[in-house]
């Protein structure tokens, strides 16, 4: 089993930065994706961005593509989203995932692990 837990989330303005990390706990040697996706009220749950935890390869939804920045620290068995230039439409909780195994990382199922989520909150 593996245990996520995120930190980081709060208020911030439009146009301003936020960090959100995920700290991974137990069977970690086994992960091969971590991803972020987030859900905003009446909306369904949306992937953000993922990355590889051996190679770091990234990909991301095309909304934050350019603003978002997603990074792991193997050592600290940490995965962070940096956000910039936040937008009110970036407002949601933000729940980190992983899965030792996603063949579609853009989708939640393939994902076996969840965070309990971080609430972002943009004020325009």
């Known amino acids: 089993q593996v245990q996520l837990v995120e930190s980081g989330g709060g208020l911030v303005q439009a146009g301003g930065s936020l960090r959100v990390s995920c700290a991974a706990s137990g069977r970690t040697s086994r992960l091969y994706v971590m991803g972020w996706f987030r859900r905003a009220p009446g909306k369904e749950r949306e992937f953000v961005a993922a990355?590889?935890?051996?190679?770091?390869?990234?990909s991301y939804v095309d909304s934050v593509k350019g603003r978002f920045t997603i990074s792991r620290d193997n050592a600290k068995n940490t995965v962070y989203l940096q956000m910039n230039s936040l937008k009110s439409e970036d407002t949601a909780v933000y729940y980190c995932?992983?899965?030792?195994?996603?063949?579609?990382?853009?989708?939640?199922?393939?994902?076996?692990?969840w965070g309990q989520g971080t609430q972002v909150t943009v004020s325009s």
């Open positions: 995932a992983a899965s030792d195994g996603a063949i579609m990382i853009g989708h939640p199922m393939w994902y076996e692990y």
């Open positions: 990355i590889t935890w051996s190679g770091g390869s990234t």
